[in-house]
């Protein structure tokens, strides 16, 4: 017996590479590289000039769309480099949702909240690039200010000195369609398949946001003529309270309910407090978040001028009064100030005050946010009554006070409000509005909800998997594998 290793007989009418010619010398090296041994391979492998050679004829046919010869003045340049930086941070908010929505759930699911916010920011953005974008924006009515024609990608092209160009505002519409598409990840935390939410995403982004969205953000010219149905009826929501962040609280409400509670969350009819792991970087989170939002807000004036400090003042104030509302209250009806809702305290003044940031006073802001944080501490219980489960408390964060900071436009905008003297109209034009929305919502995820359920046998993970945890069981990793877990 031998033990020594032996080669591989060479074939008898192999040639060493040397040896070759010319023309025989490329195929011989070809061939000598492991996986391109046979035809199949090599006609692959032919196929990369082919691709790169429509890669670049997609190229020049970009460059030449932009082409137009126009140059942004100091205006245009200053307005376009503000939204860029504006749109960093509202990216950055992702970050924000991640650890918040992390921190507030089990370690034994930390790995799958936290893929489910990187990569459905991904799927937004391509979605929302394929087609959502000009659904939204770009496209004809096709029932005029409801819904516009489908199309796919957006014009690049430059026409305007002073105005926004085309890729920056895509880039910063494309942020907010992955906000709103971050919020359902929160309401269905630690029990939904991973597949089937990124198909839902997907959908959400590409088609229910964009449809939504036009109905506000598209403006009727100075005529009248033109524009989403609800702008044209005098519905005011500056930066998404209910357009983002309400739309997506309903459409994750809809998929908890179809879900139903977590194991162990309801025990005879009563909730239970099912603790998140790590306090720590949930409060990280609510940071990451306030920040992000000073691309949010002050970012919608879509300029650069007074109007972005004054915007970001009204924001900070009403992240401010929702905080120190919920700590009070938390006190009060607890015993203890509850550091999840002084974190959700704040985000509720944010949402609160998100629709009439650039329209109502100083003094306003605070009271809208600090009405937020009383109504987020509120909603919580109100929606463990309804018997369903929210882990981190989206739906009251984004929902109820996506709500109320809709309506608070009717209460206190300085050129509509009741409190500064123009009457009640106003209040019923947003109560339209947030009733539009939720109910357009609310139908159109139950039926996408429903559809991804019956298509992929559920939409829930096995018992099985959920005691063990979703990181094991959809991931097949832990978030924290040297700690012993509970």
């Known amino acids: 017996m031998t033990t020594a290793l032996q080669s591989s007989p060479r074939r008898s009418n192999a040639r060493p590479l040397q040896d070759a010619s010319l023309l025989n010398g490329p195929m011989l090296l070809f061939r000598s590289i492991r996986g391109l041994r046979t035809n199949r391979s090599l ?18 046919a970009v460059h030449a769309a932009d082409a137009t010869g126009i140059t942004l003045n100091a205006q ?10 504006a749109t960093i941070l509202v990216i950055f908010m992702n970050a924000g949702f991640a650890m918040v929505e992390a921190g507030m759930c089990r370690q034994k699911n930390a790995v799958n909240i936290l893929a489910k916010n990187l990569l459905v920011f991904t799927l937004a953005v391509s979605a929302y690039w394929f087609i959502g974008y000009h ?14 024609s489908p199309g796919f990608f957006f014009d690049p092209t430059v026409t305007d000195p002073e105005g926004l160009v085309p890729s920056i505002d895509f880039l910063f519409q494309a942020a907010f369609a992955g906000t709103a598409a971050t919020i359902v990840s929160g309401v269905v935390a630690e029990r939904i398949k991973f597949g089937e939410f990124v198909i839902f995403s997907l959908i959400l982004t590409a088609f229910i946001y964009p449809i939504a969205g036009s109905w506000q953000w598209n403006f009727p010219d100075e005529a009248g003529v033109g524009g989403g149905w609800l702008a044209r009826l005098g519905f005011i929501d500056f930066a998404g309270s209910t357009i983002v962040h309400s739309v997506g609280a309903w459409a994750g409400l809809v998929g908890a309910a179809l879900l139903g509670p977590r194991i162990g969350k309801f025990v005879d009819g009563k909730p239970q407090a099912l603790p998140g792991h790590n306090m720590a970087i949930a409060t990280l989170g609510a940071l990451i978040l306030w920040i992000g939002w000073y691309g ?20 900070t104030l009403a992240a401010a009064g929702g905080g120190i509302a919920a700590t009070i209250l938390s006190q009060l009806t607890s015993g203890k100030p509850d550091l999840t809702m002084i974190i959700n305290g704040i985000l509720a003044g944010l949402v609160s005050i998100t629709a009439g940031c650039d329209g109502v006073s100083m003094w306003a802001a605070w009271v809208i946010g600090f009405i937020g944080g009383l109504i987020v501490v509120f909603s919580v219980s109100f929606v463990d009554g309804l018997g369903i489960d929210d882990p981190v408390g989206a739906v009251s964060v984004h929902g109820s006070c996506g709500i109320w900071g809709t309506l608070a436009v009717g209460f206190f905008n300085a050129d509509y409000g009741l ?11 947003q109560l339209i509005g947030a009733i539009a929305y939720a109910a357009f919502i609310i139908i159109s995820c139950w039926i996408l909800w429903s559809f991804i359920g ?7 993970v096995s018992e099985e998997e959920e005691i063990k945890g979703l990181d094991i069981g959809e991931h097949g990793m832990e978030a924290y594998p040297d700690f012993a877990s509970n």
């Open 296 to 315: 949010f807000n002050p970012g919608s004036v879509l300029a650069l001028d007074q109007t972005v400090p004054y915007v970001a003042v009204t924001t």
């Open 454 to 460: 019956s298509l992929f046998g559920g939409i829930r």
């Open 419 to 429: 409190f500064t003297g123009h009457g009640f109209s106003q209040i019923g034009v």
């Open 135 to 148: 659904l939204m924006y770009t496209g004809e009515w096709i029932i005029p200010g409801i819904l516009k």
């Open 76 to 85: 245009g340049l200053a307005n376009n480099l503000w939204l860029l930086i």
């Open 43 to 60: 006609l692959w492998l032919a196929c990369v000039p082919i691709a790169l050679s429509g890669l670049g004829l997609f190229n020049l």
